[in-house]
């Protein structure tokens, strides 16, 4: 598997991180990347277990201390560095659908909390709980890349960093003819302004805080407004101050799913007393509310809708890296460090894995893998894999990792295949 590292310079990210100042006389490299992928496949992964790891590999004794004095901050550094770059693609090339034919990339974003001890509370900070306690979390902000089906960048961070706080890191990488989708913590009115501004496009959920007006500046009615029809679409301008010209898109909900929402809502009013749950509120939950930028002459209401559900996938990979490969199984440790540098392990085992896997997703075979089977297969196989790579058998995985052939159930590619 580390052969995919080949094409990374791992001794200059070594040193631009710190992590290498010189050439290491005991710590080898490559045996250092190596041990740290077992930690995805063992729960009590601890230093001990892994400089009794480097020892036997190295055949040279490497002590618990010594290993704790590398794995710091500069070593956090560089794996992150290591996975920046080399996310791969997560499973079979995506066809470019009709519907996203006018857009350069397409881009999922969204966010995974992590609890964690709360001896790292004062590292990691959380929200209170009912009992007053010190509560630690951690969240990651992840982006995919729809198209080519690949990680396109990633941040760790505390969990009090809200989505809405990094909204803006969206802003380093996105150019002219890109196309983000986003869940409605990301609602930021500058932020749609500078999408308009430098000719890129997003779709939102529409947070009912937010001020709606007409074209002439009047302000809507909305639930007014969204009664007139099932599913509507007009222009209108959001904001008071911002007044940015957008399209509004609304489905109606189904009775039950309408319901459903508003019981979550009233569920989360009664864990956080800062929320006020308005009759307006309440309404508004019979409806999707969605703004775009993006013109009715690129895409009808339904297809804004089509594009939108598309964000599904980052969730269902999220549920992959939690269920599967275990990756909130972190160490209680009191350090910082330590922490981050499991979690970046397991994050840099899953991403060599997928890219080892490459050549076995691109063959031609009747159906496309699905990521949770993947995720499955491999956390129970992966202690063997790193040992003998020749166990990945492409037949294996065809029966055991793709989807499933039901005519009337199609998977998520051949829906994303579908939309036109």
Not at 128 to 146: R, T, Y
Not at 371 to 377: E, F, N, S
Not at 384 to 410: H, T
């Amino acid at each position: 598997m580390l052969q995919a590292l080949d094409a990374l310079p791992l001794h200059q990210l070594a040193r631009q991180s710190g992590f290498f100042r010189r050439s290491p006389r005991k710590l080898s490299l490559e045996a250092f990347l190596h041990t740290a992928l077992l930690s995805v496949a063992q729960p009590n992964w601890s230093l001990r277990s892994w400089a009794a790891c480097l020892s036997a590999l190295q055949q040279q004794l490497f002590s618990k201390q010594a290993l704790h004095k590398r794995c710091q901050s500069r070593a956090v550094d560089f794996l992150q560095a290591l996975i920046a770059g080399h996310l791969g693609r997560v499973c079979s090339r995506a066809a470019r659908p009709a519907l996203f034919a006018d857009f350069t990339r397409v881009f999922l974003q969204d966010s995974t909390t992590l609890s964690l001890h709360r001896t790292l509370a004062a590292h990691f900070p959380a929200s209170g709980n009912q009992s007053h306690q010190p509560s630690a979390g951690l969240k990651i902000q992840a982006v995919f890349e729809l198209l080519t089906q690949r990680w396109f960048a990633f941040q760790l961070g505390p969990f009090t960093r809200t989505d809405q706080q990094a909204a803006a890191d969206c802003l380093d990488w996105i150019k002219p003819g890109d196309l983000l989708l986003r869940d409605l913590g990301y609602a930021v009115l500058p932020i749609w302004q500078e999408f308009l501004n430098r000719g890129a496009y997003f779709v939102s959920r529409l947070r009912s805080d937010i001020a709606i007006f007409d074209q002439k500046g009047q302000t809507l009615d909305l639930i007014a407004l969204l009664q007139a029809s099932s599913l509507s679409s007009t222009q209108v301008k959001v904001g008071h101050s911002e007044q940015i010209p957008l399209r509004l898109v609304a489905l109606k909900l189904p009775p039950n799913l309408a319901a459903q929402r508003r019981r979550r809502a009233r569920a989360n009013a009664k864990r956080d007393r800062r929320l006020r749950l308005t009759r307006r509120y309440l309404k508004l939950q019979d409806w999707t509310l969605l703004v775009t930028n993006v013109e009715q002459k690129t895409w009808s209401d339904q297809q804004v809708l089509e594009a939108y559900q598309c964000r599904w996938q980052i969730e269902v990979l999220f549920k992959a890296w939690k269920s599967h490969f275990q990756i909130h199984h972190l160490p209680s440790t009191a350090n910082p460090e330590q922490l981050l540098l499991t979690l970046c392990c397991k994050l840099l085992a899953i991403a060599l894995l997928q890219q080892f896997l490459l050549p076995v997703w691109d063959q031609p075979l009747h159906c496309p893998f699905s990521p949770l089977r993947l995720a499955a297969y491999f956390a129970f196989l992966l202690p063997l894999i790193l040992l003998l790579p020749e166990l990945i058998d492409s037949s294996q995985l065809a029966y055991f990792c793709r989807y499933d052939k039901r005519p009337s159930r199609p998977n998520f590619f051949e829906k994303l295949a579908s939309l036109g």
